[in-house]
């Protein structure tokens, strides 16, 4: 295997770099911090996607509730409350679904819908429009931690997180940051359902994975 041609075709040097960097440039401690990475990434996939689909189909039961009307992204009401970045997205979301030839449903928009629209109903911007009802998605947080501030900064920090996984980024350079993401994630789960945090027990692998690969990585 020639480990400098799928350095430079595949990886990239630069990709590697902060790799090399960090094993005083042995390439093959190097490597295999790179593929312990994607491992530690892909343990955090099912956790990630659990709560990313709770929270958008709370968000929704919440936001259908307030508007009586299952198709609140379209009613005058939301439209009058949202901003431009929500009022984009959702017809981004049209789109998509147009693109892929397929009947637009209330169920597509909602699912098709971005991490990131989701979160920015927590805005402060929402404060005194959405919120009231938003704050109803999470039954199970403390109610000191119940405020918009709040679920605002941990669903954001969590999306963030989750677009550097998504977006094959460098993640293990401090793995106790890792172990505390790994909490975050699952207290917002816990927050939107306990059941669901009990369901999901055999889908996280997270802190075995990281002690598994911690030699390599470090």
Not at 21 to 39: E, F, G, M, P, T
Not at 154 to 172: D, G, L, S, V, W
Request: aromatic share 12%; net charge positive.
């Amino acid at each position: 295997m020639n480990k400098n041609a799928i350095i430079d075709r595949i990886i990239t040097r630069e990709r590697l770099n902060p790799y090399l960097k960090h094993h005083s440039d042995i390439i093959d401690k190097a490597l295999a911090h790179y593929k312990s990475n994607i491992l530690v990434s892909e343990s955090f996939y099912p956790l990630i996607a659990i709560l990313e689909v709770g929270l958008r189909n709370t968000i929704d039961n919440q936001l259908n509730r307030k508007y009586n009307d299952s198709k609140w992204y379209e009613n005058t009401d939301f439209i009058r409350t949202a901003s431009r970045y929500q009022i984009d997205r959702i017809s981004e979301a049209r789109t998509n679904i147009q693109a892929s030839k397929k009947e637009i449903t209330t169920g597509r928009i909602i699912s098709e819908l971005t991490f990131g629209f989701w979160t920015s109903l927590f805005d402060t911007k929402f404060e005194l429009t959405l919120w009231k009802n938003l704050r109803l998605a999470f039954p199970n947080c403390p109610k000191q931690n119940r405020n918009r501030k709040n679920i605002s900064s941990k669903f954001n920090q969590i999306r963030k997180f989750r677009n550097r996984i998504f977006h094959h980024e460098a993640i293990t350079w401090n793995l106790d940051v890792l172990n505390s993401y790994n909490n975050e994630i699952l207290e917002g789960i816990s927050w939107l359902d306990n059941d669901l945090l009990n369901w999901i027990g055999d889908l996280n692998h997270v802190g075995e994975t990281i002690e598994k690969y911690r030699k390599t990585i470090e």
